[in-house]
């Protein structure tokens, strides 16, 4: 599945993921988590032990997810995960003792898409990330398959736009005017909606 991150770039996201980035200040918990993902056959990077940590290790190792502790030292991990997910584009699973419903209506708004609660097991560990992975793909392909609607729309926004120049400039009717552009589009072997975009860079009239 091909989708576009947040800097505007496409990439292809895979099946599963494969490195996981752990952030939580809690040692034990952090080296459970760890071992547990590498149990399951993850690739674990870190444990970050606060909110910070996490984001400069996002940044370096662009990790395919990361799981946050919700309370951590200085930058707590709801407040890293906005961070990680608005500029990077990596989905984000909390860890925390607390079930409390605001942390969830938070998380929901920036790229949190599932909750583990302490103590994790491997099973929960290996559901959790099967579940919440899945929630982001889905996103991803919606977001994609709107990405797409809108530049069709765009793009038939530019043509039509295009059109009525020439049926103005040139005095002929609307289909003659499509005409003259797919022919233009075909004698210069170029899309067309770059041929109407020239059109209306310049309003020039096409040659006949």
Not at 73 to 93: F, H, K, Q, S
Not at 94 to 101: F, I, L, R, T
Request: glycine fraction near 8%; aromatic fraction near 4%; charge should be negative.
């Amino acid at each position: 599945m091909t989708t576009n991150d947040h800097s505007g770039e496409s990439h292809t996201i895979q099946q599963h993921p494969r490195r996981i980035l752990v952030a939580d200040d809690e040692h034990l918990v952090a080296a459970g988590l760890v071992a547990g993902l590498k149990d399951l056959g993850y690739e674990v990077i870190g444990p970050a032990s606060n909110g910070e940590k996490a984001i400069e290790l996002c940044r370096a190792e662009h990790p395919d997810l990361a799981i946050l502790d919700i309370r951590m030292p200085g930058l707590d991990g709801l407040a890293a995960a906005e961070t990680i997910y608005n500029e990077l584009g990596i989905p984000i699973v909390m860890v925390s003792a607390y079930s409390d419903p605001e942390y969830v209506n938070s998380g929901n708004r920036i790229g949190v898409f599932g909750y583990l609660l302490k103590p994790v097991t491997r099973d929960q560990l290996r559901v959790g990330l099967e579940v919440s992975w899945s929630r982001f793909t889905q996103q991803s392909e919606l977001s994609d398959q709107v990405g797409t609607l809108n530049t069709k729309l765009e793009h038939r926004k530019i043509i039509e736009q295009a059109k009525w120049i020439i049926v103005k400039r040139k005095g002929v009717e609307e289909p003659e005017a499509m005409r003259m552009l797919q022919k233009q589009a075909r004698n210069g072997r170029r899309p067309l909606v770059e041929v109407a975009q020239s059109v209306l860079e310049s309003e020039s009239l096409l040659g006949d």
